[in-house]
């Protein structure tokens, strides 16, 4: 039918109508040349035609152009909330866990102060404190640090006549003083040298384990001396002192010797330091210190600097040190020092066998040698054992920092895992040189606090040894136990499962490492919530750098979009996101 026929037949508002209507359906498919809509499931992220999300996870996303170029930022739709509470600023979900604490049957053991993750992980987004700044830069940081950074008055109250930290205008100051360092931490780490001049700090005394820390001034000031340490204390009543430990540089954690193991690998620690740490090392049979025993290198030492070591005045001092003589006896741990210094501090110095021929030379084998299968164990959620570690068939590492790029005592003897080993170290510098030193996305001079969330051999971490920054290597639950190797090369880490919160506070670590991670890790827990606690532990300025493929750094990319971090893709598998101060008003955003 021709055109003439369709005006004589008065059809032209039918073509009208149809020219509309073509020109909305070119609009729309021309408006809607994006990619369908990206759903984030509770095991990935994946692509979806659906037009609402999995019933599963009510965040959603939309995405307007590809990330691969690593070019304009996709475009999101994601709800965060704040968490609630008067205590979000602090929010550490597994031990702020208070509904699993409130149903414990008993706190003898410290129960109370143990990991409760709840379940689900919870997705909302810690606020900052009132007032917070960008951290004050190391080796300032040793010293002082920003009042509403951790704006906690009570320790500052509690230790006021001990000179841990005092408050000075805007700032919290830490003299390097404490409850047993009446002369300053440095005349304390003086003194231990010249007690016995065996310890070599820097040398053959590396890697050191602080139990009960305080603010970590021991291990602050050791640092000095090329020795770092592994400071924790439990999250307690000395209100925030891992917390003011992190925010002034020094390794910390928070931990606790309660029910379960330390989530260290055997035979770690070169030394172990006590001082005034509050635990009954003869409870329950003598958990605690063959706890200690379990994580110390054959031939390590182990410091105690408390009062019943040199007052005998009151009874219950007596009683302590009659215990504790009993108890090291039995363990075959020797005093090599004890002595009060011109303060009237006093500490005892003891050493662990490096031969197991003591343990059979003891009349009463009691504690019992423990099961040779229980050396195959992680450390991860294990109820502690009443019984002496067996020892390993290999020496003490090489002298500091040879041992950094020595062959490992700990690792395998097959040839292959020589050659494995070397290989890494070599690739990890190249790549840390070619790909990150040298990379204007990240300003290392403000980058103190590292962690390699998935370390291996402890590769990454070498290649940074020779900036002021320190690295927490963490070995996840799911890999090859690689975390003896990462000790034997002077280096600190503990084991943890991404599928669970962290025990550390809140905006404590400036930089975030990974290396293929997230694939295995998908596929056991939600990514989002990886991603979320990744938000609650960077500070504001702070970097995750994450070595992926590119599809999963797509996904990654678009969530840290959506919580207003900045980010850029190198090379095709680097991807460097910063986060800022953003954060969503009570209630929601939409980012």
């Not at 690792?411 to 070397?422: A, D, G, H």
Request: proline share 8%; glycine share 6%.
């Amino acid at each position: 039918m021709g055109i003439s026929v369709f005006l004589k037949e008065r059809k032209y508002p039918f073509l009208f109508a149809l020219s509309v209507l073509f020109l909305c359906v070119t609009l729309l498919l021309l408006t809607n040349s994006t990619p369908t809509p990206l759903f984030l499931s509770s095991s990935d992220l994946h692509s979806s035609s659906s037009s609402q999300p999995h019933p599963s996870n009510p965040i959603a996303s939309t995405a307007k152009n590809g990330a691969a170029s690593g070019g304009e930022v996709a475009a999101v739709n994601i709800s965060w909330e704040l968490c609630p509470g008067p205590l979000a600023v602090d929010f550490i979900p597994c031990l702020d866990n208070f509904k699993a604490i409130k149903a414990l049957t008993s706190r003898r053991h410290m129960e109370h102060r143990e990991r409760h993750c709840p379940t689900p992980s919870p997705r909302c987004l810690v606020p900052l404190p009132s007032g917070y700044k960008v951290k004050v830069p190391w080796p300032k940081s040793r010293d002082m640090i920003w009042y509403h950074n951790v704006p906690h008055p009570k320790l500052v109250e509690y230790k006021k006549d001990q000179n841990w930290v005092r408050k000075s205008g805007d700032y919290l100051v830490f003299p390097g003083g404490g409850t047993q360092f009446k002369e300053g931490v440095t005349h304390y780490i003086e003194y231990i040298q010249k007690t016995l001049p065996t310890i070599k700090w820097g040398k053959n005394i590396r890697v050191i384990l602080d139990v009960g820390c305080g603010v970590a001034s021991f291990g602050g000031y050791l640092l000095d001396k090329n020795v770092i340490t592994m400071s924790f204390a439990p999250k307690d009543e000395h209100e925030a002192q891992i917390q003011f430990a992190l925010e002034r540089g020094i390794p910390a954690t928070l931990s606790v010797i309660g029910t379960q193991r330390l989530t260290f690998p055997d035979d770690a620690f070169d030394l172990l330091h006590c001082a005034r740490c509050r635990v009954h090392w003869d409870a329950d049979g003598g958990k605690p210190l063959l706890e200690l025993n379990r994580v110390l290198r054959p031939g390590g030492f182990f410091i105690w600097s408390a009062t019943p070591v040199y007052r005998h005045d009151n009874e219950r001092d007596r009683q302590v040190w009659k215990s504790m003589v009993a108890l090291t006896t039995a363990m075959c741990w020797k005093v090599v020092s004890k002595s009060v210094d011109s303060t009237g501090i006093g500490l005892v110095i003891y050493q662990k066998p490096e031969s197991t021929s003591c343990y059979s030379e003891r009349q009463q084998h009691d504690p019992p040698v423990c099961d040779p299968k229980d050396k195959k164990t992680s450390s991860w959620y294990v109820p502690l054992s009443r019984c002496l570690s067996q020892l390993p068939g290999y020496s003490w590492p090489a002298s500091w920092p040879k041992r950094l790029i020595s062959k490992p005592p700990s690792l395998s003897p097959e040839p292959e895992s020589e050659e494995k080993f070397y290989k890494d170290t070599k690739v990890w510098s190249a790549l840390v040189s070619n790909s990150y030193r040298n990379n204007p996305a990240i300003k290392w001079s403000s980058v103190r606090n590292v962690m390699d969330m998935n370390a291996g051999y402890g590769g990454f971490a070498a290649a940074l040894i020779d900036l002021p920054l320190w690295v927490m290597n963490v070995i996840p639950v799911h890999v090859p136990d690689t975390l003896p190797i990462i000790f034997d090369r002077g280096l600190i880490g503990f084991y943890h499962d991404w599928c669970e919160s962290l025990s550390t506070y809140p905006r404590t670590y400036d930089l975030l490492h990974s290396s293929f991670l997230f694939q295995s890790l998908s596929q056991r827990c939600d990514i989002v919530e990886v991603v979320v606690e990744m938000d609650r532990i960077v500070r504001p300025h702070g970097y995750v750098v994450i070595q992926d493929t590119m599809e999963m750094i797509d996904k990654l990319r678009l969530l840290l979009h959506s919580l207003q971090w900045s980010s850029t893709v190198h090379q095709g598998q680097f991807l460097i996101g910063q986060k800022g101060f953003w954060r969503p008003a009570r209630g929601s955003s939409r980012s």
